[in-house]
């Protein structure tokens, strides 16, 4: 098919859900893209946050090559040793807690709020407020959808499941007027991704602890975006020294093979019994296969300091452009590798004009690009996207 028959077919054939970029991609290699016709692109969206060891990673291919020849499913009325080695690894980074597998971000959190529901209803049948944050993203089934606090994506589709609360992010007196003996669980990105990029102060989260720990309701942290080393920690929440009860991920943790994976405390997990979770397809050989080699190369000191000093690297890049363009760049935010640009207008042609001089990256909450590069990037590879930025953003300028 040619490019053209490529899109008819899509306006044809498939849900037009996603405002797709005019581009049909073929390969990768590293933290680059190829499209149809050989023309080269730097990726700093890398699958958004999920290709963390880029494309075509030979120890990521070769494992998943070789479980895909020995036995690429079976059902978890079995055991294996490739997930039982996939969740010993998480427990031994998060350093607390019992896994379990799902398939994407979205069931990572619903078997979140699954859990924190059943703990909360073991201590009072009233006990079953979610408490999540304004400009949140947590996914989009229906809990999840309603877990989101973003009005636009909701309407439509109700009625949603009862019990959910939104509060102001990273304002702690709204979300203490909010709480009581009924709160079940207070969810949070521990950094806003899909918001814009918003940093939290680790005071905030402190004291979010803190009240979690008052009225013994559940601390569900949302690591979709944020966790499998992106902020130069393993889990983000460690670069704000605080530990939930629950932290969910999925994005990179198996560096695009579909995973989904949340980890909850000892205490909580005994609520579960058999029969009151599942999945057919979470945590089956493939995906735990890949899931093992990103665990193994990203959770060492040494692959996290290397995220850190190339965040700190683009950071001080972004910076400079901001000093550059002062009416255009309002603000730089972020840590590790995923940072945000907001600007005073919307990002999309901004997007579209670095996609056409060859850099992949995106635009969220209307007016912030942001950036969530494979965490493998390099400082010559940052300097290629920075550079394009900066010639592209003089014609924005008003
Ligand atoms: C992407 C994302 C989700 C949803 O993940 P899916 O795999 O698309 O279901 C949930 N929470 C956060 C913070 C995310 O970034």
Request: one cysteine or more; a negative charge; proline letters at 4%.
């Amino acid at each position: 098919m040619t490019d053209e028959q490529i899109y008819e077919s899509d306006k044809r054939d498939y849900l037009p859900v996603f405002a797709r970029y005019q581009i049909v991609l073929d390969h990768g290699e590293g933290v680059y893209v190829y499209d149809t016709h050989g023309k080269k692109y730097v990726d700093f969206l890398g699958g958004i946050a999920v290709n963390v060891l880029g494309h075509n990673h030979p120890a990521l291919v070769k494992a998943v090559a070789e479980q895909a020849g020995k036995m690429i499913h079976c059902s978890n009325l079995y055991y294996t040793q490739v997930q039982a080695d996939a969740a010993e690894k998480l427990t031994k980074l998060s350093g607390f807690g019992k896994v379990f597998f799902g398939n994407s971000g979205a069931e990572a959190n619903e078997g979140a709020i699954k859990v924190a529901r059943k703990y909360a209803h073991t201590i009072s049948p009233d006990k079953s407020q979610i408490i999540t944050a304004l400009h949140s993203f947590h996914g989009r089934t229906l809990a999840t959808l309603t877990a989101t606090g973003q009005p636009k994506y909701q309407e439509g589709f109700g009625p949603l499941p009862a019990g959910f609360d939104y509060v102001e992010y990273n304002n702690i007196e709204a979300l203490e007027k909010m709480m009581s003996e009924n709160t079940a669980a207070v969810m949070l990105e521990p950094i806003q991704g899909e918001g814009g990029v918003h940093v939290p102060t680790a005071e905030y989260l402190k004291k979010v602890r803190a009240l979690c720990d008052k009225y013994n309701a559940v601390l569900i942290f949302d690591e979709i975006q944020t966790g499998i080393g992106r902020s130069g920690e393993f889990f983000a929440y460690d670069k704000f020294g605080v530990k939930p009860d629950v932290v969910t991920l999925a994005k990179g943790l198996a560096g695009g093979v579909p995973i989904g994976a949340f980890i909850t405390s000892d205490k909580i997990a005994d609520v579960l019994h058999a029969g009151d979770h599942g999945s057919t397809f979470g945590g089956n050989p493939l995906a735990c296969a890949a899931a093992d080699v990103v665990l193994a190369t990203v959770g060492n000191e040494a692959f996290l300091k290397h995220v850190e000093e190339m965040g700190d690297y683009m950071k001080s890049r972004l910076e400079a452009i901001k000093a550059k363009f002062p009416t255009l760049v309002k603000e730089v935010r972020g840590v590790g590798l995923i940072l945000g640009m907001e600007i005073n207008k919307p990002g999309r042609d901004i997007v579209n004009a670095c996609l056409e001089k060859g850099s992949i990256i995106n635009c969220t909450a209307g007016n912030v690009l942001r950036f969530v590069p494979p965490l493998i990037v390099e400082k010559e590879h940052i300097d290629e996207v920075c550079d394009i930025l900066e010639a592209v953003l003089p014609a924005y300028v008003d």
